[in-house]
């Protein structure tokens, strides 16, 4: 065999395509990541709610008084107070490290939760039946989507850090379900709303997203 044909074979394999694994491309795939910071001490955030009131409401005072001296002196003390009070806040905050997961997943962890709390259904209704329904409507089950929540937190919380820098990343269940209903309210939500967004979030890009964006370079 020549030199010539040796390089020209050379050429023609560096050429084929080669072979890929479409399952360990999934696995090893990246997702999106967030992070979610809420203060937990809610005594403290109800002082500063109604600190910063009473801080607008002098303001307007301030604003409309002939004589502002001694309101003036007083905004200025509250104002003080806020900024301590800020710096107290701060101390009680966490900062929740979130990333998405794979909607097969989730489908998982539903079916979880389902096997816990099987689907039940209405009775059957004979009007429905006379006026051609054939649908059957399901139970509410307020048990299997707190369940159901509790599950999806384990799976996107990966890690807490409070203000010293301390973290906590092993999350069992039980601590997820005592979490959940120890957490303040507005710090629940922004965890609930940033999970949906990590999942619609990828999704929705990438379905408005244009040709020229992801065009081969």
């Known amino acids: 065999m020549s030199d010539e044909q040796d390089i020209t074979e050379s050429v023609e394999e560096a050429k084929a395509p080669g072979t890929f694994n479409i399952v360990k491309v999934l696995q090893e795939r990246s997702y999106p990541k967030t992070e979610v910071s809420v203060v937990l001490d809610e005594g403290l955030v109800y002082e500063a709610a109604l600190l910063e ?3 607008q409401e002098l303001d307007k005072k301030v604003s409309a008084a002939k004589s502002v001296t001694k309101l003036k002196a007083k905004l ?5 107070k806020r900024d301590s009070m800020h710096q107290e806040l701060i101390k009680s905050m966490h900062t929740f490290y979130l990333m998405g ?17 099987p689907v039940e259904y209405m009775p059957n209704n004979d009007l429905s039946g ?21 599950f999806l937190w384990q799976a996107h919380i990966k890690k807490i850090v409070n ?4 973290e906590q ?3 069992s269940y039980t601590t997820i379900s005592s979490m959940r209903n120890e957490l303040p309210l507005s710090a629940t939500m922004a ?7 990590l999942r619609s979030a990828t999704a929705l890009f990438t379905m408005s ?3 020229d964006f992801l065009a081969k370079p």
Do not use: V
Request: aromatic letters at 6%; charged letters at 45%; a negative charge.
């Open 209 to 211: 997203t244009g040709e």
């Open 130 to 150: 006379i006026l051609g329904g054939s649908g059957r409507e399901e139970k509410e089950s307020p048990e299997r989507d707190s369940l159901f929540t509790d």
């Open 76 to 80: 200025e003390d509250l104002m003080l």
């Open 163 to 166: 203000n010293d820098g301390d």
């Open 53 to 55: 009131e009473e801080i």
């Open 191 to 197: 965890i609930n709303e940033a999970i949906e967004k």
């Open 169 to 171: 990343s092993d999350f």
């Open 101 to 117: 997961i794979s909607e097969g997943k989730r489908e998982k962890l539903y079916a979880d939760a389902k096997k816990k709390y």
